[in-house]
Structures are given as structure tokens and as C-alpha cells.
């Protein structure tokens, strides 16, 4: 616990969780100096959620820590009812923080009779009582619009960039796996002060395979890919495949979220590449554990503490990211 942290508990600061991360929210406690909160997040017999807060929250300011990962819709549900139970328990101010919002990706109608689920669970979210969300590294930055209510979004990158730094970068470029990721890409090749490149994959006709170009110099070079996500583990096995092709060196990955489902980690164990850092956003699952020292797991319980601590005692947040 580090003294300088510590927020004076007489200002009413509760943090709570349901199952998603509970090592997570114990770790951002720890950041606090305060303890989890005290409630119950079981099941009834049938099933369904049954929650219980064990403690008085009448005018606390809370914080429900809760990634809507694997398995999503528990996670979700969760995150809802405990919502609902502390804006019936006259709470003060109830802010959601999801270090991981799933359904992310489905944030568009890109073709007809599909439904955007992430506004839908933004709906839900507000529905629920939510008066402000934290979250981190969205799959795309416009998500925030979805909610009327204040949005932060943390980035992860001060947390994965201060790893790779301690690495001698004299020889690396950074790597965006596709071109919707150049702009975060972007950010970690200035902080890090090496070049950029950028994956295009291009799929000629739907019988054809995918063929992959790099726009960058990539030879000789070892690269950082870097994404929001690894969840199939697709996109970033295909981009160190076809940064190979092109003459990469050793390939390194930088991840947020390490969804990592079905045959992900067997994809990334036999793909070209010489480490993974992903971040504790969502707990490694079984599977991932088999990669062994191949991935190492970054924590953002000192960022998410942080913000915290800051929407508590109304401070700018965006200068977390600027102070670097
Ligand atoms: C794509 O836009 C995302 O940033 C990720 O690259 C993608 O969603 C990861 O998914 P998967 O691991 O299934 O390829």
C-alpha cells in the first residue's frame, strides 16, 4: 500500500465488484488503500443473480469494477443489478467502470438486420442508474457517444509502453496488425521514439485467401504489434506471419484485453512470435496459462486506481496521459 495514495475514507469512497476480476479490483484497492466493498454476488438455485450489499452505502460515492468479459452475459448481468441495487440503496453517484466492454465490437449497421449492440448495452447501463463510466482502451473511441451520460477512457499504453521500453528499441518498429489501428500505433511509435508500419490485408474476391502488405520498413527490424484485442487470435497471428514474410526479426505483441477464446492461445504458441504482453483487464483464462512465459501479464490497477482517485476528487484525468 503506498501512503501518498491514500484517499481518507471519511470521503465515502466504495469500490465494489461482481465476478469478472475480482484480483483486478483487490489490486486497484490496494492502489486506494481501501477495502473491497462487501457484498454478495451468487446465484439463486435457478440461476439468476442474487445480490446483497453488506454494508451501508447511503451517500457514498461508488464504483462498481466490472469487465464485461467471458462469460459476457453473466458479467453484464451482474454488473446491472449491482447497479440497481446501490442507486436503491441511495447511494450518492454510482460509476460503472469497465476496464474491458465487451460487445464492443458490434458498434455499427454494416448491413441490414443487425443491431448495434454496443448502444444497447450502453442503454442498459444508463438505464440501470449508471451516473458516469470508466473504461479503457474501447474498441473504437466513438463508443463513448453512445452514453449521454460522462465518459473517461483510460489508455493502457503508459502500462505497455513503459515494458517495451526497457527493451533496447535501437532495432524495432511498431506495428499496427490493420489500418484502424495506426492511430494507438501511432501514439506508442512517438512515446517510444521508433518507426511505424502498418499490416493491410486485402482479400481479392470471396474465394480468395487474405494477402497481407506492409506499408513501413519492416526488414531486418523486430516489431511491437500492437492491438485493442487479441480474442481468435487471428489478426495477430496473421500480421506476424506476414511481417515475417517481409523479413521482420523477432515479433512482440502489445495487447490490452486478452479475450484469448476457443483455440487462441494454440494459435499464438504456434505462431511467429517471441512474446506477448497483455494486460490484467480480464483474468487469463485456462488455456492462455499454457503459453507460459510466452505472455506476460501487465497490471492497470495503478491506472485505474488513479482514475478513480481523480473522478472522486473531481481532477483531470486526460493529464494522467499528458504528464508522461
Ligand atoms: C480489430 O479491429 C481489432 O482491433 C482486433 O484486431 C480484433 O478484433 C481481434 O480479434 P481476433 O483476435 O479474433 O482476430
Redesign the pocket.
Known sequence: MDEKNRIDTLNNIKIFTGNSNRALVKRVCDYLSIPVGNATVGRFPDGEIDVKVNEDVRGSDIFIIQPTCPPVNDNLTELLILIDCFKRASSARVTAVLPYYGYA?KDRKDEGRVPITAKLVANLITKAGADRLLTMDL?AAQIQGFFDIPVDHLLAFPVISDYYRKKDLSNFVVVS??V??IKIARLYSNHLNIRLAVVDKRRYGPAETDVGFVIGDVEGRNAIII??????????CQAARVLKEKGAKDIYVGATHPVLCGA?AEKLANAPIKEIAVTDTIPLNEHAKSLGEKIKVLTVSNLLGEAIKRIHTNTSISSMFTEQ
Open positions: 465490437r474498441h496488425p490493420d484502424g489501428g492491438d485493442d484485442l487479441i480474442a481468435t487470435g487471428g489478426s495477430i487462441a
